[in-house]
């Protein structure tokens, strides 16, 4: 299984980017796993960021509610974070996740955000 993240970078405090994050070799069809995106700041725990299910329906915490938006194209086996109005505190590494119910599922290799203030 592999999960490929891509579309990091810098960028400046205001920006955007878009993340991507390709499925391969899931057990099940690629629709059937809620996918996620979490970040993990220097010192500090991962956290969820932003997840949609199996329906379509989009979650994100509070911090990044407006600013970010999660998608997915099931065709693509993709799902796709797309963050903009970035702040210096959303720089991260951002790991993608797909899961089914409460099972640990798999994570992607992560892709480096950072925000230049």
């Known amino acids: 299984v592999q999960l490929q993240a891509s579309g990091g970078g810098l960028v400046e405090t205001g920006g955007s980017l878009r993340l991507s994050c390709t499925a391969s070799?899931?057990?099940?069809?690629?629709?059937?796993?809620?996918m996620g995106w979490y970040r993990q700041a220097p010192g500090k725990e991962r956290e969820l960021v932003a997840r949609?299910?199996?329906?379509?329906?989009?979650w994100a915490i509070d911090s990044v509610k407006g600013r970010f938006t999660v998608s997915r194209d099931n065709a693509k086996k993709t799902v796709y974070l797309q963050m903009a109005s970035l702040k210096p505190e959303d720089t991260a590494v951002y790991y993608c996740?797909?899961?089914?119910?409460?099972?640990?599922?798999?994570w992607g290799q992560g892709t480096q955000v950072t925000v230049s203030s």
């Open positions: 070799g899931l057990p099940l069809t690629f629709g059937r796993y809620i």
């Open positions: 996740r797909a899961r089914i119910g409460s099972t640990e599922g798999y």
């Open positions: 949609i299910t199996t329906l379509g329906t989009a």
